[in-house]
C-alpha cells in the first residue's frame, strides 16, 4: 500500500519551546542534534549543541553557529560543521538535507517552526562528502544521459502579434517556467521509492525539466527525441505514481502533473513510431 511509504515522512511539527529565565525576550532554547561524517569513507556519528536564538533564525544560520563556538552541549570541543550554501535565499537548492527526518532547504525552514529538538542530517539518496554536504552529480549524469542540454535553443516565432498568438504564448511560458523552476536540490529523489540503488529511475525532477524545455522549443525532432527518451527502460515507466516528490518539493512544483503529462506524451510518441514501423 501507499501509506507506509508517505508515513516514512510526518507531515507535521509539534512545537514545543523550553525557555530559561536567563534567555533574551523573543529567543528560544534549541537543542540540535547533527549527523557528522569526517569524509566519503569515514564513519558516521552523531553530535548534540544547545543553543539560544531568535524565533526567526533559519536552520542554515543555526548549523553556521557552530563555527562560532564549537562546543557540544556536554562541553566537549567539536569542530566546524560542513554544509553547502550559495544563495541562502532558498534559490539555489544546495543546502538541501533531512531536517527532522524531512527533505527540506536549511536556509528557508525556521527554527520557530520546527520543535524543540532539531535533526539534521545528510540526504540518504546520495554519497556523503562530509557532515552535510552530498555529491548530487549524478543528477547532472542523468542530464546528459538524457541529453537535455542541447537541441532546444530554437523558440516559437511571433507570427505578426496576433492576439491569438500572444494568449498562447503568454500561457506556455507561464506553464514552461512553472517546470522549469527546478532547484535540482533532490529533495524529490530522497522521497522517492522508485528511486533505489537497484533501479536508474532519475526522479521525477528531471521529466519536470524535460516538459518545461520540450514546450520551450520549436525543434520537432528535439522533442521527440525527449518522448523517446522518457519513454525509455531508465524513464516514466519505473514511476511508482506515489506523489512524494509534488509534496516535498520546496518551489512546490506540480511534479505529479509533470510526470503525467510527459507520460502521455512519451506514450502518443511510441504508438507514433510504432505505427510507422509497421506501417
Avoid at 108 to 115: A, G, N, P, R, W
Wanted: net charge negative; hydrophobic share 35%.
Amino acid at each position: 500500500s501507499l501509506h507506509p511509504v508517505r508515513s516514512r515522512f510526518p507531515i507535521r511539527f509539534k512545537i514545543r519551546f523550553i525557555r530559561s529565565p536567563w534567555m533574551k525576550k523573543g529567543e528560544l532554547e534549541i537543542f540540535l542534534k547533527v549527523k557528522r561524517q569526517d569524509g566519503p569513507d569515514g564513519i558516521s556519528y552523531w553530535e548534540r549543541f544547545e543553543f539560544s536564538v531568535p524565533a526567526e533564525t533559519t536552520v542554515l544560520s543555526l548549523i553556521s553557529k557552530i563555527s562560532e563556538e564549537p562546543v557540544t552541549d556536554e562541553g566537549k570541543p567539536s569542530t566546524h560543521v560542513c554544509v553547502e550554501s550559495s544563495c541562502g535565499r532558498g534559490l539555489c537548492g544546495s543546502c538541501s538535507m533531512l531536517i527532522n527526518g524531512r527533505p527540506m532547504l536549511a536556509c528557508k525552514t525556521m527554527v520557530s517552526d520546527l520543535d524543540s529538538r532539531i535533526t539534521v542530517e545528510p540526504l540518504a539518496k546520495f554519497p556523503v562528502i562530509r557532515d552535510l554536504v552530498t555529491d548530487k552529480s549524478s543528477m547532472c549524469g542523468d542530464l546528459l544521459y538524457h541529453e537535455l542540454w542541447s537541441g532546444c535553443e530554437s523558440l516559437p516565432s511571433d507570427d505578426g502579434g496576433s492576439p491569438d498568438f500572444a494568449r498562447f504564448e503568454a500561457g506556455r511560458q507561464r506553464l514552461s517556467a512553472s517546470f522549469m523552476d527546478c532547484l535540482m536540490c533532490g529533495a524529490c529523489v530522497e522521497v522517492c521509492p522508485s528511486v533505489t540503488s537497484r533501479s536508474k529511475f532519475p526522479g521525477a525532477w528531471l521529466f519536470s525539466v524535460m516538459l518545461g524545455m520540450s514546450l520551450n522549443c520549436s525543434d520537432l525532432s528535439a522533442i521527440k527525441k525527449m518522448r523517446r527518451s522518457a519513454a525509455g527502460p531508465e524513464g516514466l515507466s519505473q514511476c511508482e505514481g506515489v506523489g512524494n516528490c509534488s509534496e516535498f518539493c520546496p518551489m512546490g512544483l506540480r511534479l505529479s502533473d509533470a510526470m503525467g503529462i510527459a507520460g502521455f506524451e512519451a506514450a502518443v510518441q511510441s504508438l507514433i513510431d510504432f505505427i510507422r514501423e509497421e506501417s
